[in-house]
């Protein structure tokens, strides 16, 4: 018997259908008592049918832009580290740590190296 886990996300939409408030659970996450609130998410799915990758991104009217900046400067850390697990390109990979690392830089996140 095959092991399963599933995760919901529930989004309040406000009178324009923008989200309002976002909460997420995972079943293999036993230490959640309940859904967790969250500003944002993003979700990247790859269909194996047309081998496209299909996208859900929301964030609500909460998330400050200082707050997207650094989501987007973790979420790029994050897939240069997916993207060499999962080939072992470290020339690709250390080439995406770059750009987080400037993303970061000039989103004030990280500090400027001295030149």
Do not use: F, G, K, Y
């Given at each position: 018997m095959s092991e399963k886990s599933t995760?919901?996300?529930e989004i309040e939409l406000d009178e324009k259908k923008h989200p309002k408030k976002i909460h997420w659970?995972?079943?293999d996450n036993p230490s959640e008592n309940g859904p967790a609130p969250v500003k944002a998410f993003l979700l990247s799915l790859f269909d194996e049918k047309?081998?496209?990758t299909l996208r859900l991104?929301?964030?609500t009217s909460?998330?400050?832009?200082s707050e997207m900046d650094r989501l987007m400067f973790q979420t790029l850390k994050s897939l240069s580290d997916t993207y060499y697990r999962a080939t072992?390109?470290?020339e690709l990979a250390n080439a995406m740590q770059s750009f987080a690392t400037y993303f970061g830089e000039n989103t004030g996140i990280v500090p400027k190296e001295e030149q």
């Open positions: 995760i919901v996300l659970q995972a079943s047309s081998l496209d991104d929301l964030w909460q998330l400050q832009v072992n390109n470290h």
